[in-house]
């Protein structure tokens, strides 16, 4: 398996919650510069359009947003969660999705809270590597999930 693009992935989203100075300043494990926090964002999910807006505390697609994480430990009842979203925190991030396709992740291993707040009944799937599913969680539902790696996800 080549770990550079996972390495290089991780120095990306460590970058990214570090903020614009860490962000400025990085080097991936291949020599590659990470010069920016949309292009931090580009690399923690590689394959995605380009984000709507970026700064250094968030960034914004269509139909998800990435911020940091609250310090500390975060109980997913304490997950701040719109009716209608699908929210996580994975290594130090929040994610929070609000539109129904899949999204390929890369790098999420560890454990984290998470809230399914979607219309009663949605169900969210998450997937290995070959594509079969690993969990599914049905709104409402809260918990602490283990990322061990999830590959993609589709909130609905």
């Not at 989203?13 to 300043?25: D, K, N, S």
């Not at 999420?108 to 949605?122: A, I, R, V």
């Amino acid at each position: 398996m080549n770990i550079a693009k996972p390495a290089a992935l991780l120095v990306a989203a460590t970058a990214l919650l570090a903020g614009p100075t860490v962000a400025a300043t990085a080097a991936a494990p291949d020599g590659t510069r990470v010069t920016g926090v949309q292009q931090v964002a580009d690399q923690v999910l590689a394959g995605h359009p380009k984000p709507l807006s970026a700064s250094a505390d968030k960034v914004r697609y269509d139909g998800l947003t990435l911020t940091r994480a609250p310090r500390g430990k975060v109980a997913a009842k304490d997950l701040d969660c719109a009716y209608g979203h699908l929210c996580m925190i994975v290594r130090g991030t929040k994610f929070d999705f609000y539109k129904c396709q899949t999204w390929t992740v890369n790098n999420w291993t560890g454990d984290g809270p998470f809230t399914n707040n979607q219309t009663p009944g949605t169900v969210a799937s998450f997937y290995n590597q070959d594509g079969s599913t690993r969990w599914t969680s049905t709104a409402y539902e809260a918990g602490t999930a283990t990322w061990d790696p999830i590959y993609s996800l589709r909130p609905c």
